[in-house]
Nanobody, 123 residues
Framework: QVQLVESGGGLVQAGGSLRLSCAASTNTFSSYAMGWVRQAPGKEREFVAAAKWSGSSTHYADSVKGRFTMSRDNAKNTVYLQMNSPKPDDTAVYYC????????????????WGQGTQVTVSS
């Protein structure tokens, strides 16, 4: 079973930038679709972005499209979420998610989850 560990969260000013990382401990990382999900205080979890194992197809929530970019490095078993021009509404705990099927990440039913990393965007 894949284990995921996020890092890179913290406090960022609106309009700034922040990069989250997610390291996966598995020998089959390249077989997994990977993604990011977030949960703001008092709200339900929300899909952010996901990419197939090849990275050739990346999906984004409308709320982050054009501002966030997801990438993956299969050689390092790591995925990234580059957050540009974040807004206060992006404040949330960000979770890394992994599954053999990208669709399961989109519907928040992924097989594997990280512990989450807090991102706070100040205005």
């Amino acid at each position: 079973q894949v284990q995921l560990v996020e890092s890179g969260g913290g406090l960022v000013q609106a309009g700034g930038s922040l990069r989250l990382s997610c390291a996966a401990s598995t020998n089959t990382f390249s077989s997994y679709a990977m993604g990011w999900v977030r949960q703001a205080p008092g709200k339900e979890r929300e899909f952010v972005a996901a990419a197939k194992w090849s990275g050739s197809s990346t999906h984004y929530a409308d709320s982050v499209k054009g501002r966030f970019t997801m990438s993956r490095d299969n050689a390092k078993n790591t995925v990234y979420l580059q957050m540009n021009s974040p807004k206060p509404d992006d404040t949330a705990v960000y979770y890394c998610a992994g599954d053999l099927k990208l669709h399961n990440i989109v519907i928040l039913a992924a097989e594997a989850w990280g512990q989450g990393t807090q991102v706070t965007v100040s205005s």
